[in-house]
């Protein structure tokens, strides 16, 4: 039987694991921030790198995809990181990827 009280938990039980509806792609050309689009981004959002050297550190965030490798157009296609060359080249001391707390696998670094 299907009460108010388990529809109520399966609710929140789907709402906990499910992942976002609207997922972004927050596209980084040379002379933007790769750091500022991680710290906006969402758990399902993609961060994408067009090729360039990118003097900064980046935190990861849990379940956000960071990918470099991209021209300007930024299309899936024209993709191609031996050909276009995306760099993070941390900031002074700083290392280039720093692991933020409780990254799982839901977090994928691809194309640098």
């Known amino acids: ?3 108010i009280r388990n529809l109520a938990y399966a609710v929140a039980s789907i709402s906990l694991t ?5 997922a972004a792609d ?9 750091a500022d689009a991680m710290a906006s981004g969402q758990p399902g959002d993609r961060v994408l790198v067009a090729a360039g050297t990118y003097p900064e550190s980046v935190t990861l965030a849990d379940g956000i995809e960071l ?13 191609n990181p ?4 995306t760099t993070i080249h941390g900031s002074g001391l700083s290392p280039a990827l720093v692991s933020g707390p409780e990254i799982s696998a839901a977090t994928i670094v691809d194309g640098f």
């Open 1 to 3: 039987m299907l009460t």
């Open 18 to 22: 499910a992942t976002p509806l609207l």
């Open 26 to 34: 927050l596209l980084v050309s040379p002379g933007q921030s790769i």
């Open 67 to 79: 990918r470099g490798g991209y021209d300007v157009t930024f299309s899936e296609e024209a993709r």
């Open 82 to 85: 031996g050909v276009h060359v």
